[in-house]
């Protein structure tokens, strides 16, 4: 599985940000899906999850209520809505899909990432 995150851009404290991720090369519906973030000298930390159904989500407590993950797996894509936007967001965005079970909240449990897309939040 091939992806491709996108959607990353300067937006100021409260806005909004849509990311895409898309996926080529294998049948997307199999894989569950995560959004991690890497900031400035920081390691690379749990956003949210979608299971590969679509039915089942995560997210990690500081994103609660202000992100929402979604995915169309016949649009191959998943999407990570943000909104209410703080500094502190300012990261590159990856995603990352798996198939095995395992903590949705490890980078461990993934097998294929994307390129990663720049968020920047200003005040």
């Known amino acids: 599985v091939q992806l491709q995150a996108s959607g990353g851009g300067l937006v100021q404290a409260g806005g909004s940000l849509r990311l895409s991720c898309v996926a080529s090369?294998?049948?997307?519906?199999?894989?569950?899906v995560g959004w991690f973030r890497q900031g400035p000298e920081k390691e690379r930390e749990f956003v949210a999850s979608?299971?590969?159904?679509?039915?089942?989500?995560y997210y990690a407590d500081s994103m609660k209520g202000r992100f929402t993950i979604s995915r169309d797996n016949a649009q191959n894509t998943v999407y990570l809505q943000m909104n209410s936007l703080k500094p502190e967001d300012t990261a590159v965005y990856y995603c990352?899909?798996?198939?095995?079970?395992?903590?949705?909240?490890?980078?461990?449990?993934?097998?294929?990432w994307g390129q990663g897309t720049q968020v920047t939040v200003s005040s």
């Open positions: 990352a899909a798996r198939r095995r079970s395992g903590d949705y909240r490890s980078t461990r449990s993934y097998d294929y």
């Open positions: 090369g294998r049948t997307f519906g199999g894989y569950a």
């Open positions: 979608v299971s590969a159904s679509g039915g089942i989500t």
